[in-house]
């Protein structure tokens, strides 16, 4: 049973408030033919010094410096050094029960060019608990299967049909080297999509399990606070890496249809931007999505381009992307403060 071995990466950067829970439940794990690659990106709070403390502790541990370049040149960095045959990704203020490495393995073959996806758990800071299943069905998919199951749900869905997160997974690793390439460390939000997307396009066996053993950390916080001023361009960036995978990958009516579910999918991603700005951006939210949605770009993506939107609050942010207007705008921003209060609260 253990006779693949599985590099965990996991990228640090300032998290030694979390670091050692994270830490302690990959060395516990019952499956034991590990390595861990604790990739320290520059971080300045001392847990880099952690990294290396916990390598001394236990020989299947490897700490790697390099100076900071953000979460995808760390990742990168932590592939680059592994030996592994299956990478396995987790985030250094998240955790996983000690099974989960063990429950995913047991489905391995060994076939190249395959991923062990499991669900996840968020874990919010009042100790309350949410279990997120992908709505594919648990079951393994050979790739006449995945061809006809996977691929045409992959883009262009309000919901994910299968995560796309590079967490709480065993991929070979092949999968993830011969991807990497699309993976551009510009990207801040939705980066797990550059390398997933090719990968579970290229996926020659999958198997969706039925466990959810890892453990998100979801901070309210940040969560409310943070307002990004580059993620419209972060998002149009993310729009071209998805053009460039599917011209890549797909050929004829397939890749006309791909591209389709690209614009589709970038409709998702800018109600995301549409968030940003009415979220956090108290003084030049209105100025910016008016910016958005009546650039001549995002009109004739609208009239163009349907979509399937069933969640309230992406209703909202769909109308004001169709009907960008003072009621709409200030609307969706009240909205959002109101949400967001709660969130709080």
Known sequence: M?????????????????????????????????EILLVDDGSTDGSGELCDGFARGDKRIRAVHKENGGLVSAWKRGVRESSGEYLCFVDSDDWADLCMIADMA???????????????????????????WQALPAGEYDRAAIEREVIPNLLGR?????TVSR????????????????????????????VMLPGLIDCKRL????????????????MVHKYDRNLYDNI???????????????????????????????????????????RGNPEGYRKNIFSICKSPEIQRLVRETQVQVEDKANKLLYLTLRHPGEITVRLLRLAMIVYYRRQRA
Do not use: W
């Open 2 to 34: 253990e006779k693949y071995k599985v590099s965990v990466i996991v990228p640090v950067y300032n998290t030694k408030k979390y670091l050692a829970q994270c830490v302690d439940t990959l060395v516990h794990q019952t499956y034991e033919n590990l």
């Open 106 to 132: 047991k489905h391995l073959s060994g076939v190249s060019g395959e991923i062990i996806a499991g669900n996840y758990v968020i874990e919010r800071e009042d100790g309350s608990s949410q279990y997120v």
């Open 167 to 194: 967490c709480m997974k065993l991929i070979s690793r092949e999968l993830i080297a011969e991807n990497m390439k699309y993976s551009d460390e510009k990207v801040i939000m939705g980066e797990d999509m550059t």
């Open 158 to 162: 309000e919901h994910r049909y299968v």
């Open 207 to 222: 198997v969706a399990t039925d466990g959810a053993h890892y453990h998100y950390r979801y901070v309210t916080e940040s």
């Open 236 to 278: 149009r960036l993310l729009r071209e890496i998805f053009f460039r995978v599917v011209s890549d990958k797909f050929t004829g009516d397939e890749l006309l249809e791909r591209h389709r579910q690209v614009e589709q999918e970038y409709i998702f991603f800018l109600l995301l931007a549409l968030k940003n700005e009415a």
